[in-house]
């Protein structure tokens, strides 16, 4: 059974930093991409960084030099755990944080129920 279960995410001042963890249960995660996008009220939802199985990160322009992105692949190949690490978090950061992994045809399959991220001044 797949699934992605999201943590980390609250409410912080600006400044501040978290970390948004995201637990991937997938049969051969290993070879899988994984990425973080997020959603902020009456904006598209948008990649904010992804991974590849071969290590390469891609990361939005509007987060480098502040989020910073790793992964932790089990031995099994059955278990992935995705990292955020947050820092100097703006008001325009908040949004709800979406982890997904997969993209067997170039679109993510499979996604992670969300985690809010507030920001405040």
């Known amino acids: 059974q797949v699934q992605l279960v999201e943590s980390g995410g609250g409410s912080v001042q600006a400044g501040g930093s978290l970390k948004l963890s995201c637990v991937a249960s997938?049969?051969?995660?290993?070879?899988?991409?994984m990425g973080w996008y997020r959603q902020a009220p009456g904006k598209e939802r948008e990649l904010v960084s992804s991974?590849?199985?071969?290590?390469?990160?891609?990361?939005?322009?509007s987060v480098k030099g502040r989020f910073a992105l790793s992964r932790d692949n089990a031995r099994n190949n059955a278990r992935s755990t995705l990292y955020l690490q947050m820092n100097s978090l703006e008001t325009e950061d908040t949004a709800v944080y979406f982890c997904?992994?997969?993209?067997?045809?170039?679109?993510?399959?499979?996604w992670g129920q969300g985690t809010q991220v507030t920001v405040s001044s």
């Open positions: 991974i590849s199985s071969d290590g390469t990160i891609t990361t939005a322009d």
């Open positions: 997904a992994a997969c993209k067997p045809g170039g679109a993510f399959r499979y």
């Open positions: 997938i049969d051969k995660v290993n070879t899988c991409t």
